[in-house]
């Protein structure tokens, strides 16, 4: 059964304030949960229909109705399982291998899209700027399905990581160099800018090499969208390996 | 004056049956609008708040007040304009340049992705499935932005086409050839399968070359989505030119 309180507690978590607070997500979804509870990530507590899905995990899951699904999914067409987990704390960012640096990237589906990348190439870490979208807002965790689990993300200040840190940074630009030249070395740092106003002039100061994807078609004013554009950069800093 | 006739045409433009019915489609915004306009896509009425919009425009362009766009907006938000366009007659598909052909592709999202990544990378035609999503679906024309304009869509069978054409035909699949290895030609054709099956069966059977993105991190079930995929499969067939 779910009481009022905890339905309450579960609806808050749609919200990044509530989540900070009691340092936890909420997925939904039986292939996102179920790949989160094969993870290094811990459950609080799943709820789910499914009468089967409660007994293979019994220790965390509650058997409930279809109304109370109802009552605790923030979806329109529930998908049998509601999961409460844990926001692991990030790990100290490892200076040997590579790096993905958001500066403002807003849109959750973009940084869904992102995590996923990371996770296919191989990129143990993401480093997010104050002002990127939370990685456990919901609509982020839809379009990263498991990947969410194997990614090292860390928010932090980006200006004083690039300040600190001794590794070569590269930022996507428009006019950079092409970056089918540049022969990337085993560990770096990525930066990638917001939708709409790119890299700030802050972090562009702290970049050493600019590169961009050639446009081939008629020259327009559009650029790639930031997902896309993440997508053949990581393709091109793993495809050498 | 925006008549209550005109509101229920423009309203029905949402829908497919009525877009192939009139051969016309709506896109909204003041961006997309003006990059139409440039085009070679024809404008059928575009209807504008915007005092200077409509004095740049004035063949085509009626100022309405913000209510009126209210009644024909499909937004929450309304941006200014709202331009019904006539549906271009798609143009044969010139053999002698690469061919994307999109197997079922449902996600108006990917839809608008790829067409923006065909604009990209200058590939001139797009072949879709008869039951690859409608690309005037205005979800579609949100994510293209202007890109519409300059891709050559044509809607068809797509193994009809296979089982005519000459070009050497290339598919993207999870256990195929790794990219990395393959010198692509001048012209030839990409498949790309559906967002939950792949491309089906009697596609892949006309397929010559299964080709596979290398997944670098810990290998699992997940596949990298299918406008990510053509995204990094474009930039492979473009990067040795």
């Known amino acids: ?24 997500f909420v997925v939904e979804g039986v292939k996102v949960v179920k790949e989160l509870l094969a993870s290094q990530i811990t459950a609080h507590i799943i709820y789910s229909t499914d009468v089967e899905f409660v007994k293979e995990n019994i220790v965390v899951a509650e ?12 979806l329109s067409t529930p998908n049998k399982v509601v999961g409460v987990f844990n926001i692991p704390v990030p790990i100290e960012i490892d200076s040997n291998d590579w790096v993905i640096a958001l500066d403002d990237v807003r849109d959750p589906g973009n940084m869904g899209t992102i995590i996923r990348l990371c996770d296919w190439f191989g990129i143990p870490n993401l480093l ?11 609509k982020v965790l839809q379009a990263t399905m498991g990947s ?29 160099e092409v970056v089918y030249k540049e022969v990337f070395p085993e560990s770096g740092i990525l930066v990638m800018g917001n939708e709409a106003n790119g890299i700030s002039n802050e972090i562009e ?19 790639l969208n930031v997902a896309t554009a993440t997508a053949i950069l990581l393709n091109e800093i793993k495809r050498g390996r």
Chains 1, 2 share one sequence.
């Not at 109705?65 to 009552?71: F, H, N, R, T």
């Not at 100061?205 to 650029?223: D, R």
């Open 1 to 24: 059964m779910v009481v009022k309180s905890q339905i309450k507690f579960i609806k808050s978590l749609q919200q990044k304030k509530y989540r900070n607070q009691h340092g936890m």
């Open 63 to 74: 058997l409930i109705s279809e109304a109370e699904l109802a009552k605790i999914s923030s």
């Open 128 to 138: 997010c700027s104050l002002n990127t979208v939370d990685c456990y807002n919901p």
């Open 148 to 176: 969410i689990s194997r990614v090292n993300i860390v928010y932090a200040n980006i200006k004083d990581y690039l300040n600190k840190v001794q590794m070569p940074v590269y930022g996507a630009f428009m006019n950079g």
């Open 205 to 223: 100061a702290l970049i050493a090499k600019k590169i961009s994807i050639p446009q081939f078609g008629t020259k327009t004013t559009e650029s």
